[in-house]
């Protein structure tokens, strides 16, 4: 979930090339695979389904409760909203907060998946994408006979706005590197702090995905006001209060910026492809890691 408001004015450079041939072929799960809980925002019990898919599905999101619902695509232009967090789909068919489950899919390279959900989010479980992990891996995935796409920069990408920086960097090798670099400034109840990481499935499962959403408690308090989260208490998510963390103890001293990484992982599976380089965030949010995605799905 973003902390930051949106941001109006970015500056996009792309100039990407394919990567060498593609030594990653497609996956899909082994199995069918059920989780459920209470969403982040509505508080809504929502009860979700991972579908196995063939090839060059992509993943996409159904929602079972809304008669005659088209799926949404789990991609960059299917994005109505990023203010916080990331939202697809139009009207009233629609998906929030959608980068945990994304980034679970992502981080353990599963491509082809339908999303069923009978709620207008995905489960929050505790505000990391851990459950999601679990549940994957203990149902299993397979080899799907074709490759993935997989694309890297010749010459760095990069978006900017109000001070917030995102770019995409040429690094030799096939790996996608992400570093994060989170600074609230001087009087922040959150420190400054950096994690950056080869996003590889053993990676993503030991050091990303048990990390949480985080939130300052003035933010808290007025979300709300505003009718989101009214059933969450600090001891359920990361909330910073002027003296610190609230009734909560972190699982890394630098569990923000690696939730930051965790959401850009989810974000960043909307272009649909592989990506190799290395990804530097200096204060970035949704909108920013949105933005990134849509300039490299334009190239696909």
């Not at 088209?70 to 697809?88: E, M, N």
């Not at 459950?131 to 993935?148: H, K, M, R, W």
């Not at 990484?261 to 380089?277: E, N, R, S, T, Y």
Request: proline share 8%; charged share 20%; with cysteine.
């Amino acid at each position: 979930m973003l902390l930051t408001q949106t941001y109006p004015k970015k500056r996009v450079e792309v100039n990407l090339r394919p990567s060498q041939p593609c030594v990653r072929h497609q996956r899909t799960l082994a199995h069918e695979a059920k989780i459920s809980g209470r969403g982040i925002i509505t508080g809504q019990l929502v009860h979700l389904r991972f579908v196995p898919q063939p090839a060059n599905s992509g993943l996409v999101f159904q929602r079972v409760d809304i008669p005659e619902a088209p799926p949404i695509p789990a991609r960059a232009s299917s994005v109505s909203g990023t203010a916080r967090r990331t939202t697809l789909g139009t009207g009233s068919n629609q998906v929030t907060l959608v980068e945990h489950v994304l980034s679970a899919l992502a981080g353990l390279r599963i491509d082809n998946c339908i999303i069923e959900l009978d709620g207008p989010e995905p489960p929050g479980l505790d505000g990391s994408s851990e459950g999601f992990v679990e549940i994957i891996e203990a149902t299993g995935s397979t080899s799907l006979d074709a490759p993935v796409k997989k694309f890297s920069p010749i010459e760095p990408i990069t978006i900017s706005s109000n001070g917030s920086v995102l770019s995409f960097h040429p690094r030799q090798g096939d790996e996608l590197w992400i570093s994060y670099i989170l600074d609230y400034g001087p009087f922040s109840p959150i420190h400054p702090q950096s994690h950056s990481i080869a996003i590889t499935p053993d990676a993503y499962r030991q050091e990303l995905a048990r990390c949480r959403t985080f939130v300052l408690e003035s933010e808290a308090q007025e979300l709300q006001k505003q009718g989101i989260g009214r059933h969450l208490t600090p001891s359920e998510l990361l909330v910073f209060g002027p003296k610190g963390l609230i009734d909560n103890r972190l699982r890394f001293p630098d569990e923000p910026a690696r939730h930051k990484i965790l959401d850009l992982v989810g974000d960043l599976a909307l272009c649909g492809f592989d990506l190799a380089g290395h990804v530097v965030a200096y204060r970035s949010g949704h909108p920013l890691n949105v933005e990134l995605a849509r300039a490299l799905s334009a190239i696909a």
